[in-house]
């Protein structure tokens, strides 16, 4: 009896890891959402075949090893001051990729200098802002982005307005900047958001290597162990924080889009 | 000099362009240095206004532009020498420059640059303190340069010229010294420096350019490469501090510069660097009219300090007289390098104030009159 092998589908990659990831554990908690961006950074240096020329800046913060993850050349630079150390590079080196990637710590509280002269000097830099509303690395202290009546080691009873301030949208600021020509906020809430921050990613690469000027993304990120939640609940209450930090594009200058209003205020994200 | 000469009694290196006096200019000091930089084949500047250093800011600003080189005015000291760490992590060579309480905005980055070993230029044109203090000259920053800026254990070399012709050979120096050594350097200049006129031959210095295996370029058909200071694990932190150690061991052997004028029958030494060794100069002269035997001992390496030779300078002298326009910073390294083998004694003024010959000379009296006892 002759048996006929139905003949096999030829093998067909639908999912692996980004060569530019590198296989090793991360240090990050279980559950956060740096690992989703990091490898939606290496998925887009592969697909734009710009590994080979990129120089990124890596933060202080969680992030701070972001360099044992992405297999690129890093520089890292002091607390805040990516931005400052990315403008060193780009001047030198016009022919490099550069990236910063920073917390909300980092880029929105002591790094808000060099965020805003970056950011007007539209250096042709892709930043990717990450913003988990609280400082993870060092115990969950309140960050300038943490919500309102947010509890944190450093905000017990809960984030006060007349002790404390309000959460900065430090985005919608710069994205007023002439030389901003992207300025966009994504989120990792689930599949369907991360796919469109992952566009949002590419757009500020394509900004940049198009010699458009500056480019942002933020991302909101969650912080399972400095919000007290469990990684599935920390998911969900994206929702809540983007209320305050209202996803989508800020500005798109090459494609018309532009900011139509003053810095957001205490009502923005109840508009939105 | 090369780096394999021993301790050096002249620390100005020769150079292989003739002295033609028609190369001559009346340079300004801030300019001179900026220009001896270009001609170093600085590649970028990074810096931020303070008096008295803007004129440097000001020459870079017209010069680098028209040479196809980076100039950024950034938001900020802190911003600038973050830029030059950035540019500098790439293997560009990098100029800074400030004024005093510029620098201290700066310490933070000396350490990280430090730490990951990044070679940058940077010129503190002193002015008086503490605070934002006056905008006159000042050598009241030799404890920041020389002890440490930033946090952790480090040094940088640091050079003080006491001309403006001697500023340009410096800045050559300096590249040179940052670039073999990965390491930030230290011009310690002060507002008299910076903002004198004097004649300076244009017989500028280009160091060789370097290949580096760390620099950050891309990595392009080789393995990622981190410029970086973080090593969380102890025994790696510990590893790596080792490692600098040897590195600040070697430049303490191998880059002692100083100059020494009448020093063979001197029976007082007067030591001074920068603007207050030029009033010595003056005081030395004046003496040895007088019958005293002075001379003058000048520090032109900050660090290394030149303390071997003058250990053995202090052994048959009868007296020091340090002068600094500080309230007394270098004259303890003079005194731990002296070991009370002889009487040290201080003559100093601040706040942008500089010691007259006259009161200076008048010090060096009472110390011959006192076997060397102030």
New interface residues.
């Given amino acids: 009896m002759t048996v006929i092998e139905a003949p096999r589908p030829p093998e067909r990659v639908i999912f692996q890891r980004p060569e530019l990831l590198t296989d090793v554990s991360s240090h990050y908690c279980p559950g956060c959402g740096h690992g989703i961006i990091h490898r939606l950074i290496a998925e887009l240096l592969e697909e734009l075949d710009l590994?080979?020329?990129?120089?990124a800046?890596?933060p202080v913060g969680c992030s701070?090893f972001a360099?044992e993850y992405l297999?690129?050349?890093?520089?890292?630079?002091?607390h805040g001051?990516a931005p400052?150390?990315?403008?060193?590079?780009?001047?030198?080196?016009p022919d490099?990729?550069v990236l910063t990637y920073q917390g909300d710590g980092d880029l929105a509280a002591i790094g808000t200098?060099?965020i805003?002269?970056a950011a007007a000097?539209g250096e042709p830099i892709s930043g990717i802002f990450v913003n988990n509303g609280i400082y993870g690395m060092t115990g969950g202290q309140m960050a300038p982005t943490t919500l309102l009546g947010q509890r944190t080691t450093s905000s017990p009873t809960g984030r006060e307005s007349g002790l404390a301030g309000f959460p900065i949208q430090i985005t919608e600021m710069l994205a007023l900047l002439p030389g901003v020509a992207y300025a966009a906020r994504g989120s990792v809430a689930d599949p369907s958001h991360i796919g469109k921050t992952k566009a949002m990613i590419k757009r500020a690469f394509g900004a940049q290597l198009n010699g458009e000027g500056f480019a942002l993304v933020e991302v909101l990120s969650n912080c399972p162990v400095g919000w007290n939640m469990t990684a599935p609940e920390s998911m969900a209450h994206l929702a809540t924080v983007s209320e305050t930090y209202p996803l989508g594009v800020l500005v798109d200058r090459a494609r018309g889009v532009v900011p139509s209003v003053t810095p957001a205020g205490e009502h923005r994200g109840k508009e939105a | 000099m090369t780096a394999a000469a021993p301790a050096s009694r002249n620390g100005s290196t020769p150079t292989t362009a003739k002295r033609d006096p028609r190369k001559r200019a009346l340079m300004k000091g801030n300019e001179a240095i900026a220009e001896a930089a270009i001609q170093a084949g600085c590649d970028a500047y990074f810096g931020y206004p303070i008096t008295p250093q803007a004129e440097l800011l000001e020459w870079m600003a017209r010069r680098m532009p028209e040479l196809g080189r980076v100039f950024v005015q950034a938001e900020s000291e802190l911003g600038a020498i973050n830029m030059a760490l950035g540019a500098a992590a790439t293997g560009a060579r990098v100029l800074v420059s400030s004024s005093s309480p510029g620098i201290s905005l700066m310490a933070e980055a000396m350490s990280y640059m430090a730490g990951s070993e990044t070679p940058v230029v940077l010129v503190n044109v002193m002015r008086g303190g503490p605070g934002l203090g006056s905008i006159g000259p000042s050598q009241s920053d030799y404890f920041q340069a020389v002890k440490g800026h930033g946090h952790g254990d480090y040094k940088v070399p640091v050079l003080a010229p006491a001309s403006i012709s001697e500023a340009v050979e410096l800045v050559a120096t300096s590249f040179e010294l940052a670039e073999r050594y990965r390491t930030p350097v230290f011009i310690l200049a002060d507002g008299t420096m910076g903002q004198a006129m004097e004649p300076v031959d244009l017989s500028f210095r280009t160091p060789e350019r370097n290949v580096f295996d760390w620099a950050l370029t891309g990595a392009d058909g080789r393995p990622p490469r981190v410029v970086r200071s973080l090593h969380l694990q102890p025994e790696a932190l510990e590893e790596h501090n080792r490692a600098l150690q040897a590195k600040f061991a070697e430049i303490a052997r191998r880059e002692v510069r100083w100059d020494g004028e009448q020093l063979d029958d001197a029976e007082i030494v007067v030591v001074a660097y920068g603007t207050a060794a030029r009033v010595a100069r003056t005081v030395v002269s004046r003496a040895r009219e007088e019958g005293l035997k002075v001379g003058l001992f000048r520090p032109i390496s900050l660090w290394p300090f030149p303390e071997d030779a003058l250990r053995e300078l202090s052994a048959r002298v009868h007296g020091i007289l340090v002068v600094e326009l500080s309230a007394g910073q270098m004259v303890e390294d003079v005194r731990l390098a002296v070991e009370g083998r002889c009487p040290v004694g201080f003559h100093g003024r601040t706040g942008g104030m500089i010691p007259t010959p006259d009161e200076v000379l008048a010090a060096l009296r009472t110390l011959a009159a006192n076997g060397g006892h102030e």
């Fill in positions: 590994g080979a020329r990129t120089i800046v890596a701070v360099y297999a690129i050349d890093w520089v890292e630079a002091p001051r400052a150390v990315a403008t060193g590079i780009r001047r030198v080196r490099a990729f200098a060099e805003v002269h000097r």
